[in-house]
């Protein structure tokens, strides 16, 4: 009896880039394969970099500035999100998707509708990017500069930089361990990222903040104040629409707070108090 097996794949015919999803039958005639369906996008298509959340596919197109949106259920191109320069690499990263682009940025969509909000110059031209399993940071390896950044999300600040061989190739993340592969080399290092991140006493000295929004606040308008302000948010009370965030941030705590009250979104923003009860 023959096996089904699903696959997908796509192919350039006269300049237009076509993914192609299809179900081949393995037995005797091993060389048959029956197409299902067929998306145009539109694109030449030299490589595309496919990345599902389950229910949208995210494509990175590599010879275009663009990153196209297909929705699984109808597998159908539902938008193309305009990053303004080359992709070179995507991932996606708790309930966003990272992009990391040919003019040292990275930028940060929203999978929820489809939207870039945040975007960050950084010094190195990121070619490979990998999330984090909680999505609360990347891991981007830049080959032509010799490092491995950490950096955090959403602000899409660089937390660390770690040095690693120029031909280095490709990076991936599993059980808080990041594999890192060589051109011309076989081997694979396997760098313990416990080891190397900030320790919890380092993080328990830094100053916390409480900011309560006005309803209807856009994430957007929360990762900019973050980005503006060196905040890293740690808790989120939906009920209240309060979140917690850690001071990153060299400047005095009460210039934060003031910066962060001057937002028209803001309710309030207060020292994040914490009361032990007498023995």
Same mark, same amino acid.
Not at 87 to 108: E, H, N, Q, R, Y
Not at 247 to 252: E, F, G, M, Y
């Given at each position: 009896?023959?096996?089904?097996?699903?696959?997908?794949?796509?192919?350039?015919?006269?300049?237009?880039?076509?993914?192609?999803?299809?179900?081949?039958?393995?037995?005797?005639?091993?060389?048959?394969?029956?197409?299902?369906?067929?998306?145009?996008?539109? =694109? !030449? *298509?030299?490589?595309?970099?496919?990345?599902? +959340?389950?229910?949208?596919?995210?494509?990175?197109?590599? #010879?275009?500035? %663009?990153?196209?949106?297909?929705?699984?259920?109808?597998?159908?191109?539902?938008?193309?999100?305009?990053?303004?320069?080359?992709?070179?690499?995507?991932?996606?990263?708790?309930?966003?998707?990272?992009?990391?682009?040919?003019?040292?940025?990275?930028?940060?969509?929203?999978?929820?509708?489809?939207?870039?909000?945040?975007?960050?110059?950084?010094?190195?031209?990121?070619?490979?990017?990998?999330?984090?399993?909680?999505?609360?940071?990347?891991?981007?390896?830049?080959?032509?500069?010799?490092?491995?950044?950490?950096?955090?999300?959403?602000?899409?600040?660089?937390?660390?930089?770690?040095?690693?061989? =120029? !031909? *280095?190739?490709?990076?991936?993340?599993?059980? +808080?361990?990041?594999?890192?592969?060589?051109?011309?080399? #076989?081997?694979? %290092?396997?760098?313990?990222?416990?080891?190397?991140?900030?320790?919890?006493?380092?993080?328990?000295?830094?100053?916390?903040?409480?900011?309560?929004?006005?309803?209807?606040?856009?994430?957007?308008?929360?990762?900019?104040?973050?980005?503006?302000?060196?905040?890293?948010?740690?808790?989120?009370?939906?009920?209240?629409?309060?979140?917690?965030?850690?001071?990153?941030?060299?400047?005095?705590?009460?210039?934060?707070?003031?910066?962060?009250?001057?937002?028209?979104?803001?309710?309030?923003?207060?020292?994040?108090?914490?009361?032990?009860?007498?023995?």
């Amino acid at each position: 009896m023959a096996t089904p097996v699903i696959g997908a794949g796509h192919a350039d015919v006269s300049g237009t880039a076509v993914i192609v999803f299809f179900v081949a039958a393995v037995d005797q005639n091993p060389g048959y394969s029956q197409s299902v369906k067929t998306i145009a996008t539109a =694109a !030449n *298509a030299e490589k595309m970099l496919p990345v599902s +959340n389950g229910k949208f596919l995210y494509l990175s197109n590599s #010879n275009s500035t %663009s990153v196209l949106v297909v929705d699984t259920r109808t597998d159908s191109i539902t938008r193309t999100i305009e990053l303004a320069s080359k992709p070179l690499a995507i991932t996606i990263a708790g309930k966003f998707v990272a992009a990391a682009t040919a003019d040292k940025s990275i930028k940060l969509i929203n999978t929820s509708d489809h939207t870039i909000i945040a975007g960050k110059q950084i010094p190195y031209i990121v070619n490979r990017l990998q999330s984090a399993p909680t999505g609360d940071y990347l891991y981007g390896l830049a080959s032509d500069a010799g490092k491995i950044l950490q950096i955090i999300v959403p602000e899409l600040r660089i937390m660390q930089e770690l040095n690693c061989p =120029a !031909n *280095a190739s490709d990076i991936a993340v599993s059980n +808080n361990k990041l594999y890192i592969s060589y051109f011309d080399d #076989n081997k694979v %290092s396997v760098l313990n990222m416990k080891s190397v991140k900030i320790s919890d006493d380092e993080m328990a000295g830094l100053p916390e903040i409480l900011v309560r929004f006005e309803a209807g606040v856009q994430e957007s308008q929360i990762v900019a104040m973050m980005s503006e302000s060196g905040l890293e948010q740690i808790k989120v009370i939906k009920a209240l629409n309060i979140r917690v965030f850690r001071v990153r941030s060299s400047k005095p705590i009460k210039e934060i707070i003031a910066a962060c009250e001057q937002q028209p979104f803001v309710k309030y923003a207060e020292v994040n108090q914490t009361y032990k009860t007498q023995k």
